[in-house]
């Protein structure tokens, strides 16, 4: 069952990024958006997707790193 469901999860995240990441995405990933800003001024935006992706294994490492390292 928790394999099914970590299948599902994993696809599901495929999906919705290959929805997000067309054509028209890309090319404003390269090349900027040109916006004017409420300044007058105009500036080109570069859009990003962010992502955390670890194993459980290494969100206990990092969350036991982010524990000591307080003290």
Known sequence: MAAT??????ELIQVILSLLI???FVDTYQHGL?????????CRL?????LYSA????????????????Y
């Open 5 to 10: 469901l970590t299948h599902c999860n994993r």
């Open 22 to 24: 067309n054509v028209r």
């Open 34 to 42: 040109i916006l004017e800003c409420r300044d007058g001024h105009t």
């Open 46 to 50: 570069f859009p990003h997707i962010l």
């Open 55 to 70: 194993d459980y294994l290494e969100k206990c490492v990092h969350s036991d790193s982010a524990l000591v390292s307080q």
